[in-house]
Nanobody
Protein backbone atom coordinates (compact mmCIF):
# COMPACT_ATOMS: atom_id res chain seq x y z
CA UNK A 1 0.00 0.00 0.00
CA UNK A 2 1.43 3.30 -1.06
CA UNK A 3 1.98 6.45 0.89
CA UNK A 4 1.69 9.76 -0.94
CA UNK A 5 3.64 12.99 -0.47
CA UNK A 6 2.67 16.15 -2.30
CA UNK A 7 4.95 19.08 -3.08
CA UNK A 8 5.04 22.16 -5.27
CA UNK A 9 2.40 24.32 -3.68
CA UNK A 10 2.92 27.97 -2.81
CA UNK A 11 1.84 31.54 -3.33
CA UNK A 12 1.35 32.66 -6.93
CA UNK A 13 -0.16 35.70 -8.60
CA UNK A 14 -3.32 35.41 -10.71
CA UNK A 15 -2.42 34.15 -14.15
CA UNK A 16 0.59 32.30 -12.84
CA UNK A 17 1.47 28.62 -12.88
CA UNK A 18 2.52 25.91 -10.47
CA UNK A 19 3.49 22.30 -10.96
CA UNK A 20 2.37 20.03 -8.18
CA UNK A 21 4.01 16.66 -7.65
CA UNK A 22 2.85 13.59 -5.77
CA UNK A 23 5.50 11.03 -4.96
CA UNK A 24 4.38 7.54 -3.96
CA UNK A 25 6.33 5.17 -1.72
CA UNK A 26 5.58 2.25 -4.01
CA UNK A 27 4.29 1.38 -7.42
CA UNK A 28 1.34 3.40 -8.66
CA UNK A 29 0.70 1.10 -11.64
CA UNK A 30 -2.41 -0.52 -10.09
CA UNK A 31 -3.93 2.83 -9.16
CA UNK A 32 -6.08 5.52 -10.67
CA UNK A 33 -4.36 8.68 -9.46
CA UNK A 34 -6.09 11.94 -8.80
CA UNK A 35 -5.82 15.45 -7.48
CA UNK A 36 -8.53 16.87 -5.24
CA UNK A 37 -8.78 20.23 -3.52
CA UNK A 38 -10.52 21.71 -0.54
CA UNK A 39 -11.02 25.41 0.02
CA UNK A 40 -11.93 26.84 3.45
CA UNK A 41 -15.57 26.19 4.25
CA UNK A 42 -16.08 24.02 1.18
CA UNK A 43 -16.22 20.31 0.48
CA UNK A 44 -13.32 18.49 -1.07
CA UNK A 45 -13.74 18.26 -4.83
CA UNK A 46 -12.13 16.30 -7.62
CA UNK A 47 -9.82 18.38 -9.81
CA UNK A 48 -8.30 15.80 -12.15
CA UNK A 49 -7.86 12.04 -12.42
CA UNK A 50 -5.78 9.74 -14.58
CA UNK A 51 -6.27 6.01 -14.94
CA UNK A 52 -3.43 3.53 -15.21
CA UNK A 53 -4.30 3.42 -18.90
CA UNK A 54 -3.76 7.15 -19.25
CA UNK A 55 -7.37 8.26 -19.55
CA UNK A 56 -7.93 11.65 -17.92
CA UNK A 57 -10.90 13.40 -16.37
CA UNK A 58 -11.14 17.03 -15.25
CA UNK A 59 -13.47 19.24 -13.30
CA UNK A 60 -15.19 21.73 -15.59
CA UNK A 61 -13.66 24.61 -13.64
CA UNK A 62 -10.10 23.60 -14.59
CA UNK A 63 -10.51 22.22 -18.11
CA UNK A 64 -8.06 23.85 -20.47
CA UNK A 65 -5.96 25.24 -17.61
CA UNK A 66 -4.77 22.19 -15.67
CA UNK A 67 -3.11 19.01 -16.90
CA UNK A 68 -2.56 15.79 -14.99
CA UNK A 69 0.15 13.32 -15.93
CA UNK A 70 1.82 10.30 -14.43
CA UNK A 71 5.26 8.73 -14.59
CA UNK A 72 4.88 5.15 -13.44
CA UNK A 73 8.64 4.56 -13.62
CA UNK A 74 9.13 7.31 -11.03
CA UNK A 75 5.94 6.52 -9.07
CA UNK A 76 4.98 10.15 -9.41
CA UNK A 77 1.90 12.07 -10.54
CA UNK A 78 1.93 15.68 -11.60
CA UNK A 79 -0.60 18.47 -11.86
CA UNK A 80 0.39 21.36 -14.08
CA UNK A 81 -1.73 24.35 -13.16
CA UNK A 82 -1.82 27.33 -15.51
CA UNK A 83 -3.77 30.58 -15.67
CA UNK A 84 -4.43 30.33 -11.97
CA UNK A 85 -7.32 32.23 -10.47
CA UNK A 86 -8.00 33.30 -6.88
CA UNK A 87 -10.78 30.73 -6.75
CA UNK A 88 -8.18 28.00 -7.28
CA UNK A 89 -6.87 28.73 -3.79
CA UNK A 90 -7.16 25.54 -1.74
CA UNK A 91 -5.28 22.68 -0.19
CA UNK A 92 -4.55 20.21 -2.99
CA UNK A 93 -4.53 16.52 -2.11
CA UNK A 94 -3.16 13.58 -4.04
CA UNK A 95 -5.32 10.46 -4.15
CA UNK A 96 -4.71 6.87 -5.18
CA UNK A 97 -7.56 4.46 -5.83
CA UNK A 98 -6.69 0.82 -6.52
CA UNK A 99 -8.38 -0.35 -9.68
CA UNK A 100 -9.27 -3.80 -8.31
CA UNK A 101 -9.18 -3.60 -4.52
CA UNK A 102 -11.01 -1.29 -2.13
CA UNK A 103 -7.89 0.66 -1.29
CA UNK A 104 -7.79 4.45 -1.25
CA UNK A 105 -4.85 6.55 -0.11
CA UNK A 106 -4.53 10.29 0.48
CA UNK A 107 -1.55 12.54 0.83
CA UNK A 108 -1.23 15.22 3.49
CA UNK A 109 -1.97 18.06 1.07
CA UNK A 110 -0.13 21.07 -0.28
CA UNK A 111 -1.40 24.64 -0.04
CA UNK A 112 -1.94 26.65 -3.22
CA UNK A 113 -2.71 30.33 -2.74
CA UNK A 114 -3.51 32.57 -5.70
CA UNK A 115 -3.36 36.21 -4.73
CA UNK A 116 -1.91 39.51 -5.86
Amino acid sequence: QVQLVESGGGLVQPGGSLRLSCAASGSIRPYTMGWYRQAPGKQREMVARITNGGRTDYADSVKGRFAISRDDAKNTVYLQTNSLKPEDTAVYYCNAQHTLLSITRWGQGTQVTVSS
